[in-house]
């Protein structure tokens, strides 16, 4: 199937409890695999505005995640510290590696990245800078968030 982007719908915003929303407001993405009916696996593109996030800093338990930068640049912040990516560059994050991750645009410009991941099921994903953690709901079409002492938010 071939992709028109214009067709694509864009999302912004997040699912993530209210008070970490403003991490990702500048957040624009459109889900790629999805459109196409993919099941295995997804990949979207992503804009991200100055100032945004990616995501919250986080690793997952079961499923693997690999981005790849288009246009811009953007800081990858990881256990390591951060390191910038510019267009070319990529970076993978191995399914269990307790390494915290996440892109920010400390830049002017919004930039532009692939963001592609596995659909492992029972995957658990932890903030390791907040109180936080995600897993699949029970019936496996949405997440759930809690503390990390187990209650919900």
Do not use: C
Request: hydrophobic content about 35%; cysteine-free; glycine content about 10%.
């Amino acid at each position: 199937m071939i992709i028109d982007l214009e067709k694509v719908p864009t999302e912004t915003g997040s699912n993530y409890p209210d008070e970490f929303k403003s991490m990702v407001a500048g957040r624009i993405r459109q889900r790629l695999s999805n459109f196409a009916g993919l099941k295995n696996f997804g990949v979207n593109l992503v804009k991200l505005e100055p100032g945004s996030s990616s995501a919250l800093r986080h690793w997952h338990s079961r499923q693997d995640e690999f981005i790849y930068v288009l246009e811009g640049e953007l800081t990858l912040i990881t256990d390591a510290g951060a390191e910038v990516l510019k267009p070319g560059m990529a970076a993978g994050f191995p399914a269990g590696e307790a390494n915290g991750h996440h892109l920010v645009n400390r830049t002017s410009m919004i930039a532009v990245y692939l963001e592609v991941g596995d659909r492992t099921p029972n995957d658990e994903a932890t903030f390791p800078d907040d109180d936080l953690i995600t897993k699949a709901s029970p019936d496996g079409k949405s997440r759930i968030f809690a503390h990390k002492d187990g209650t919900l938010y």
